[in-house]
T-cell receptor, first 112, second 113 residues
Framework: DGGITQSPKYLFRKEGQNVTLSCEQN?????MYWYRQDPGQGLRLIYY???????QKGDIAEGYSVSREKKESFPLTVTSAQKNPTAFYLC???????????FGQGTRLTVV | KQEVTQIPAALSVPEGENLVLNCSFT??????LQWFRQDPGKGLTSLLL?????REQTSGRLNASLDKSSGRSTLYIAASQPGDSATYLC????????????FGKGTKLTVNP
């Protein structure tokens, strides 16, 4: 089945650790996105990539990093510089900008 | 800066009722508008995409309309069922090169049996 797979579903991070969230898609989409969702707030864009080996910062990129070495993969690293990382992280993809977006099932990250 | 607002934040209705969810956006310069459904603890499911040149889209019991000039969209759900209970999110793709979806905060719908 075509879709977007995020892993793990739940992730726990200790203070000072970096963690990486995985996002894989088999939809042959060029564009991929990472959003963060907090209670009572809308989704906020962290990073996006319109093509392999290229990505841009979104609205809240500080404390995060990404890579886009393959078309189907767009991992997100939450670094120790991110002061409040506890949130629900959603990965999305689309054929290009301004086209229908599809989302994965999310990863819930908790700092312990 | 494009802003998207969804009112009300929460809505509770009895089963079988027809209902309308509202979405407004501040800048009419958009490429398209997308409605999503989100179940608790889950990702977003795309329901309908309306391109800026379209007035409405239909999928089963769902009908979404778009009035770009007034900055409004509505999602109409016919004959609501308990399985429709979820949070419904509206998002727009703004023109002007931002290349990102701008989301509202959603309407949490509860359909009571």
């Amino acid at each position: 089945d075509g879709g977007i797979t995020q892993s793990p579903k739940y992730l726990f991070r200790k203070e000072g650790q970096n963690v990486t969230l995985s996002c894989e898609q088999n939809l042959n989409h060029d564009a991929m996105y990472w959003y963060r969702q907090d209670p009572g707030q809308g989704l906020r864009l962290i990073y996006y990539s319109q093509i392999v080996n290229d990505f841009q910062k979104g609205d809240i990129a500080e404390g995060y990093s990404v890579s886009r070495e393959k078309k189907e993969s767009f991992p997100l690293t939450v670094t120790s510089a991110q002061k409040n990382p506890t949130a629900f992280y959603l990965c999305a993809s689309s054929t290009g900008p301004n086209t229908e977006a599809f989302f994965g099932q999310g990863t819930r990250l908790t700092v312990v | 800066k494009q802003e998207v607002t969804q009112i009300p934040a929460a809505l509770s209705v009895p089963e079988g009722e027809n209902l309308v969810l509202n979405c407004s956006f501040t800048d009419s310069a958009i490429y398209n508008l997308q409605w999503f459904r989100q179940d608790p603890g889950k990702g977003l499911t795309s329901l309908l995409l309306i391109q800026s040149s379209q007035r409405e889209q239909t999928s089963g019991r769902l009908n979404a309309s778009l009035d770009k000039s007034s900055g409004r969209s509505t999602l109409y759900i016919a004959a609501s069922q308990p399985g429709d209970s979820a949070t419904y999110l509206c998002a727009v793709w703004p023109q002007g090169g931002s290349e990102k979806l701008v989301f509202g905060k959603g309407t949490k719908l509860t359909v009571n049996p």
